[in-house]
């Protein structure tokens, strides 16, 4: 059932950048600490947040591990390693777009992200302005800073356990117009202790 749940979660949260995600293809090991997707398929779209110019022509993960100690979550590091990474970019087709309509594009998308995490704090502001009501307020604004600060502190302790490893990542940007293409190849990228 929590691999269920797991399942679902990781697949809500890919659908942003993976397209025909295959169940089959997850393995998910709660106990044992370990989530397997393999054969993973970028969307055209992934990108879309860095440079709304550019898109994904075709993409592809061979494989994404994430292992973790479950009783030891918050002190131990939690690995996640991508292995074969392939990004073949080229330029969107536009039609008659100028500089000025993509640095249009570019802020909508900005303005759209700063609006959602508005919307968010103002709903997070209501509930507690709703809480804060009534006999409860004291115990409210206790436990309030006593889960902000717990759950703070789960999360930071998270973050700084993160390793990234990621191996064999190829970019490659083509595009149409011009008989040449641009290249990147990164035999190895390490990340940890992002906080």
Same mark, same amino acid.
């Given at each position: 059932? $929590?691999?269920?749940?797991?399942?679902? !979660?990781?697949?809500?949260?890919?659908?942003?950048?993976?397209?025909?995600?295959?169940?089959?293809? %997850?393995?998910?090991?709660?106990?044992?600490? +370990? *989530?397997?997707?393999? +054969?993973?398929?970028? @969307?055209?779209? /992934?990108?879309?947040?860095?440079?709304?110019? *550019?898109?994904?022509? =075709?993409?592809?993960?061979?494989?994404?591990?994430? =292992?973790?100690?479950?009783?030891? $979550?918050?002190?131990?590091? $939690?690995?996640?390693?991508?292995?074969? !990474?392939?990004?073949?970019?080229?330029?969107?087709?536009? =039609?008659?777009?100028?500089?000025?309509?993509?640095? /249009?594009?570019?802020?909508?998308?900005?303005?759209?992200? %700063?609006?959602? /995490?508005?919307?968010?704090?103002?709903?997070?502001?209501?509930?507690?302005?709703?809480?804060?009501? #009534?006999?409860?307020?004291?115990?409210?604004? #206790?436990?309030?800073?006593?889960?902000? #600060?717990? %759950?703070?502190? !789960?999360?930071? +302790?998270?973050?700084?356990?993160?390793?990234?490893?990621?191996?064999? $990542?190829?970019?490659?940007?083509?595009?149409?117009?011009?008989?040449?293409?641009?290249?990147?190849?990164?035999? @190895?990228?390490?990340?940890? #202790? *992002?906080?």
């Amino acid at each position: 059932m $929590i691999e269920e749940l797991i399942s679902s !979660m990781i697949q809500e949260y890919s659908d942003k950048y993976l397209q025909d995600f295959d169940f089959n293809s %997850l393995n998910i090991s709660i106990l044992s600490g +370990n *989530i397997d997707l393999v +054969n993973l398929k970028m @969307r055209a779209t /992934a990108f879309q947040d860095i440079h709304p110019a *550019i898109e994904i022509q =075709k993409g592809s993960i061979s494989k994404i591990n994430i =292992k973790y100690s479950l009783t030891s $979550i918050f002190s131990k590091p $939690i690995k996640i390693s991508i292995d074969n !990474m392939f990004v073949l970019l080229k330029l969107k087709e536009l =039609k008659e777009s100028t500089s000025e309509d993509l640095q /249009a594009e570019v802020k909508k998308n900005l303005m759209a992200k %700063l609006q959602a /995490a508005f919307k968010q704090q103002l709903l997070f502001e209501s509930v507690v302005e709703e809480k804060n009501r #009534g006999m409860f307020k004291r115990l409210w604004n #206790g436990a309030k800073n006593y889960f902000k #600060g717990y %759950l703070g502190d !789960m999360v930071s +302790n998270l973050m700084s356990n993160l390793e990234f490893d990621i191996q064999n $990542i190829h970019v490659r940007y083509e595009d149409a117009s011009l008989p040449t293409s641009i290249g990147l190849m990164i035999d @190895r990228f390490a990340l940890s #202790g *992002i906080l």
